[in-house]
């Protein structure tokens, strides 16, 4: 399951009502943002696993900014919501996903070390019987 625009935008308004920053989007940014874990160039699927998705997701959101402000904290919450959608979770502290969110922004880190960084820190989500 993928996210979509409007999905996006929900996440990014939440965290904007929670702590606080200016709105505003940059419309066909959010198209490439909610597209790129799916992304196909010429039949060639460049992100082929779950967490390669993920990472595309947040890579893309941070990096691309399709907001006005609140993009580290959207890109990191989208692809939690992202991965819950599929079954996984990001385990990680508050330190720790600024870090990465940081690390991101600051051009440190690409799609393959966020895919790493995910491969640490995100745990299949544990299944309610009911």
């Not at 989007?25 to 874990?37: A, N, Q, R, T, W």
């Not at 996903?97 to 966020?114: C, K, P, S, T």
Request: aromatic share 8%; proline share 3%.
């Amino acid at each position: 399951m993928y996210l979509i625009k409007e999905e996006l935008v929900n996440i990014h308004d939440a965290i904007l009502s929670e702590s606080g920053g200016d709105s505003g989007i940059y419309g066909g940014l959010i198209d490439l943002c909610v597209e790129s874990p799916q992304r196909e160039v010429y039949g060639y699927e460049p992100h082929k696993t779950l967490l390669e998705k993920a990472a595309a997701l947040m890579y893309n959101v941070n990096t691309l900014h399709p907001f006005v402000d609140g993009n580290k904290r959207t890109a990191y919450v989208a692809t939690n919501v992202f991965l819950e959608l599929n079954g996984y979770t990001i385990v990680a502290t508050k330190e720790e996903g600024v870090e990465i969110a940081l690390e991101i922004a600051n051009g440190n880190m690409d799609v393959n070390d966020i895919t790493s960084w995910l491969e640490e820190h995100t745990r299949e989500s544990p299944t309610i019987d009911i």
